[in-house]
């Protein structure tokens, strides 16, 4: 009999001294523990390996994420993020409890929660596409208060049901976007963080890393597929992915510039590959 994997630490929330609850009879551990449920209130919450402020981030949770924290120390929680379950150190100065609920969504690339509604007064933080709010129900001069964040302009924001339909096209808005390891915010991410932001504005639900992403969708096959890869699918190497906006172009968030950029994939294949060996597999996230 084969031995059974193990889980997936960036997933389940388990380590050497605890673990949750949940994982009870799957995990051992010394104790075990039931989450309290916070939420993010700060433009965004970093998502550390350790509890230090300079240590290194996994991710980010976006304003009005919610997040299960099972243990604190030195200002930080450890815990797991609902929406994608990924497990890590967040800074509690920017989560609150309760969690409240959330009504609209941020649509554009970016905006602002201003102190009052107007657009001189002074702006408390950016947030992100895919950040959430609680709105209080008051609206002014066209923007909408929302709770534990200001005010907010209006048109900027959406119900959550209401979505994109092409990834690549809310991709391509991050164009030039600076690159920053486990960012997820419009003012930097990483190869997968730009992937799973642009498939979840469009309400797929894709997860954090590439290697996680190597099931998703259907699968086209490997480098002998590359001539039947179209908008919208995945190329994904040992470490890295992009998307195609056509059957020869990539678009990526990549350490070479440094930033979001596209590339013709006949390039791109060589110069990843040398760092990070052959295309293991292509995906389509998304029915053609």
Known sequence: MAAPVPLDP?????????????LRGRVEAPRYAVPAAYQVTAG??????APEPDAEQLSQALHGATI???D???GFGWGQ??????????????????VLPVHRRVSALRTYAFSEPAFRSAPRFLLSLNASVSLTGREEA?????????WVFAGHLVPLDVFETDPVAVALRFLDAPYQWG?????????????QTAHAACGIALPRDSYMMRDVGTGIGGPEALDRLQRGDLVLWEGHVGMMVDATTLIHANTFRMQTALEPLAEAIPRIGARFGPVLTLRRPVPA
Request: glycine share 10%.
């Open 142 to 150: 066209g923007f909408a208060e929302c709770a534990r964040c200001g």
């Open 44 to 49: 965004v919450c970093p998502l550390r390996r």
């Open 68 to 70: 299960e924290i099972y």
């Open 81 to 98: 993020m609902v929406a994608d379950g990924y497990v890590g150190w967040f800074d509690m100065a920017a989560l609150s409890a309760p």
């Open 72 to 74: 604190e120390q030195d």
């Open 10 to 22: 960036n997933l389940h929330p388990y380590r050497p001294d605890l673990a949750a609850e949940k």
């Open 183 to 195: 960012g997820v915010e419009s003012l930097g991410l990483d190869c997968s963080g730009l992937i």
